[in-house]
């Protein structure tokens, strides 16, 4: 079975400051990647995904995120922050063969932006 | 375009009491649909999803049940509410294929 780790609970980072969010995933074949973003109280919102091919992918937002197979890892990266970024982030695994719905997500990095 | 709609958006039920969860989804024909509950601190966990009318798959044991009377419409349920029910529920649907999820706004559920 596939899992997911993100190992920061908790990010706080300056208004206009770089940003890397870390995700390792355990899958045993080539895995279906994705990044979500949660705003307080509202449903996820799709950031990016990585299917196959180029392995640094462009999402929404100024968002991309490089898919490291010897490190198992899909960090999310954006280069300036802006204070709208505020919200808790989920990485997210899909296994090759099921229905895409059946993702297994990690237990999110919460992102704080100071001003 | 598609639009998915949840409700209520935040629910208080006592221990013991019925739930009721619905979702529907607009725009699209035969969307896989998908319960996932999100506890704080514990990421999101996939409760069932459904492939098709009537056609629903369990991932965990629990109190809850889902059914899916018509093809955009999925329900969340329980005949006895647990103080452990208590969560965010999201209702999700896709394409299938490699298509990603999409999300409704949520219901917060506190069992009290």
């Known amino acids: 079975a596939q899992s997911v780790t993100q190992p920061d609970i908790h990010i706080t980072v300056s208004e206009g400051a770089s940003l890397e969010l870390r995700c390792n995933y355990s899958?045993?074949?080539?895995?279906?990647l994705f990044w979500y973003v949660q705003s307080p109280g509202q449903g996820l919102q799709l950031l990016l995904k990585y299917f196959s091919g180029d392995t640094l992918v462009q999402g929404i937002k100024g968002f991309e995120a490089e898919f490291k197979r010897s490190q198992s890892s899909f960090n999310l990266r954006k280069p300036s922050v802006h204070w709208s970024d505020a919200a808790e982030y989920f990485c997210a695994v899909g296994a090759h063969g099921t229905s895409y719905g059946k993702l297994t997500f990690g237990q999110g990095t919460i992102l704080t932006v100071h001003p | 375009s598609q639009t998915i709609h949840q409700w209520p958006a935040t629910l208080v039920q006592p221990v013991g009491s019925p739930l009721s969860l619905e979702c529907t989804v607009e725009?699209?024909?035969?969307?896989?649909l998908y319960w996932y509950r999100q506890a704080a601190g514990r990421g999101l966990q996939l409760l069932f999803y459904?492939?098709?009318?009537?056609?629903i798959s369990s991932e965990v044991p629990q109190n809850l049940s889902a059914s899916r009377p018509q093809d955009r419409q999925f329900i969340l349920s329980s005949k006895k509410l647990l103080l452990s029910d208590s969560g965010f529920y999201l209702c999700?649907?896709?394409?299938?294929?490699?298509?990603?999820?999409?999300f409704g706004n949520g219901t917060r559920l506190t069992v009290t």
């Open positions: 999700a649907w896709s394409d299938g294929g490699n298509s990603p999820l999409h």
């Open positions: 899958y045993g074949a080539t895995p279906y």
């Open positions: 725009g699209t024909s035969n969307p896989n």
């Open positions: 459904s492939v098709g009318i009537g056609q």
